[in-house]
């Protein structure tokens, strides 16, 4: 079955900095990669995904970019703020398959 | 718009005792429904997920149950709680394979 990892466990950026949080995958038949933001004590919320028939997806301050070859996918944060503290989670599954795997969760500390 | 509800919101219950948590959505007809368990500090845990009534798959064999009685109601259930059994419970609801959307969470404390 599918299996992700997720890294690093812990970043810790100066606000105003770039962060960057790296997955990879086992299944080379995973079509569906979403990332998920948890702030402390809340619901995680889906804040981008992108389909492997698409290389990078950006939405304002943050993007994904996929590499289908090398079965890894990843997160760009970029002008950091405060507010982007939070544990991030990364996810794979194929479309037809209800098993959407998770990584172990990144928590990112923005420094102000 | 589509909503998802989960009730309680915490719940603090001793070893052995009985257990009902209960997820309703609305806004979408004939939803994908799952269960997942949080331990402090964790992932997310698949525990159960539904494609339609009555339909049920286990992710983990333990002593938790889960039943859907009607299209937008999830149920988890457990005849007896064990310490194990602490942690943030969430329902989620997918329109088919694809992203999951949380509700609110169940923040259970086994004593």
């Given at each position: 079955?599918?299996n992700v990892e997720q890294h690093?466990s ?11 949080i790296k997955c990879t995958y ?7 990669f979403p990332w998920y ?36 996918f990843?997160l ?11 544990v991030y989670f990364c996810a794979a ?8 795997i998770f990584g172990s969760g990144t ?6 | ?42 992932g997310l ?67």
């Amino acid at each position: 079955g599918e299996n992700v990892e997720q890294h690093p466990s812990t970043l810790s950026v100066q606000e105003g900095d770039s962060a960057v949080i790296k997955c990879t995958y086992s299944d080379s038949a995973s079509n569906y990669f979403p990332w998920y933001k948890q702030e402390l004590g809340k619901r995680p919320q889906l804040i981008i995904d992108i389909r492997s028939n698409v290389g990078e997806k950006k939405d304002q301050r943050i993007a994904v970019t996929l590499n289908k070859t090398a079965k890894h996918f990843s997160l760009h944060i970029t002008e950091t703020q405060p507010e982007d503290s939070a544990v991030y989670f990364c996810a794979a599954s194929l479309d037809s398959s209800y098993k959407l795997i998770f990584g172990s969760g990144t928590r990112l500390l923005v420094r102000p | 718009s589509q909503t998802i509800h989960q009730w309680p919101a915490t719940l603090v219950q001793p070893v052995g005792s009985p257990l009902s948590l209960e997820c309703t959505v609305e806004g979408t007809s004939n939803p994908n429904l799952y269960w997942y368990r949080q331990a402090a500090g964790r992932g997310l845990q698949l525990l159960f997920y539904s494609v339609g009534i009555g339909q049920i798959s286990s992710e983990v064999p333990q002593n938790l149950s889960a039943s859907r009685p009607q299209d937008r109601q999830f149920i988890l259930s457990s005849k007896k709680l064990l310490l194990s059994d602490s942690g943030f419970y969430l329902c989620a609801w997918s329109p088919g394979g694809e992203g999951r959307y949380f509700g609110p969470g169940t923040r259970l404390t086994v004593l």
